[in-house]
């Protein structure tokens, strides 16, 4: 076994196994995001077992001449220094893919099966990093946005714009349009309407399952349901600067959500709703469960109200997406508030 080779592959695991640490410890620390954690550690672990499958550890100690290390200190005045924790994870991240292309291409002097292994540890890597990437921008982009109403656009086009400007005048955080019946080209007027009217406001304008209609008019993003576009697609249509929210009704579909790049998520439902039925109920455990494992902004959804708003801040939800609750109110703009304020005092 040619010794430089084996050395290579010891410095090129030490390194990946280092850096999905310092993930691991950004993920956890940092973002206080169980899920992104626990997809760290995973990798680390896998990583590890490949290892361990391939590559005796007798072999990489027996190789292995850190004394004599050429390398060891070679360094850049760019390595010594960082400005934020994300710029340390980000590095790390690099510093993982290319260890573990290095593997790729040095094991197959070695075993096919190391070959395959880090190829697909290093695609997993690269998704790893496209979620935590989308975090941080959506994060603080949606950091203000507590609350989402969902409005039709209804065949009245003035009464239309009329609701949307008291919403906005309110200080609602994001409207979504939301409208099933409308043919294509009215309900385009009506976005295009929503985006006019939430231009230079801090309220962002959302189109529900239409990407289409979203790019059309220029929209700060589209919401898809389970069964809608994937955020791959919505994303080619949409650039990546727009918003993507996903529907969401278990864990296993929240963490996939968030592996796909979504920049938000929908969770629930949570009650029964007046505008739309639903055959089970994800309910308050859900919301529990979403808000201790996921970090990216969650919108708790189904029948919420300012009555049962307190049950739901009091899973650790943060944000929540109601329709009737305000849109049907004698004063929408006053329940709107009333909303947002009861998601404060939970704070």
């Known amino acids: 076994m040619d010794a430089a080779t084996l050395r290579i592959l010891d410095a090129s695991l030490n390194r990946a196994a280092e850096g999905l640490r310092v993930v691991e410890d950004y993920s956890r620390f940092v973002l206080d995001d169980g899920h992104l954690s626990k997809s760290a550690k995973q990798l680390r672990h896998d990583l590890n077992a490949l290892a361990q499958s391939c590559l005796p550890h007798e072999w990489l100690h027996a190789a292995r001449d850190t004394p004599g290390d050429v390398g060891a200190t070679i360094t850049t005045d760019a390595e010594r220094t960082r400005a934020t924790p994300w710029d340390v994870c980000a590095a790390s991240l690099k510093r993982v893919e290319q260890s573990l292309r290095s593997i790729e291409e040095y094991g197959k002097l070695i075993d096919g099966r190391l070959v395959a292994g880090a ?31 969902l409005i039709d656009g209804g065949p009245d086009g003035e009464r239309f714009k009329r609701l949307v400007d008291i919403l906005v005048a309110a200080g609602v955080g994001m409207l979504q349009l939301r409208d099933k019946q409308l043919e294509s080209r009215a309900l385009l007027d009506r976005a295009r309407a929503l985006v006019q009217a939430t231009r230079g406001t801090p ?67 949570t009650f029964e709703s007046k ?73």
């Open 119 to 149: 190829e697909q540890l290093r695609y997993r890597t690269y998704t790893l990093e496209k979620a935590l990437d989308t975090l941080r921008g959506c994060g603080a982009r949606l950091t203000d946005c507590r609350l989402c109403v």
């Open 203 to 269: 309220t962002l304008a959302l189109i529900n399952d239409r990407a289409d209609i979203a790019a059309a008019a220029a929209a700060d993003g589209v919401h898809l349901g389970q069964e809608d576009l994937t955020v791959a697609d919505a994303r080619r249509i949409l650039g990546a600067e727009a918003l993507i929210g996903v529907s969401t009704h278990n864990l296993a579909q929240a963490r996939q959500a968030v592996l796909d790049g979504a920049s938000y998520l929908g969770a629930g439902p």
């Open 275 to 347: 505008t739309k039925s639903f055959e089970s109920f994800a309910g308050l455990d859900y919301l529990g469960e979403v808000s201790t494992e996921v970090s990216l902004p969650t919108f708790a959804i189904g029948g919420i109200t300012v009555e049962n708003l307190p049950k739901v801040v009091a899973t650790g939800a943060k944000r929540i997406a109601v329709a009737s609750a305000v849109t049907a109110a004698a004063d929408p703009a006053a329940a709107a508030r009333g909303l947002m304020a009861g998601l404060v005092a939970g704070d």
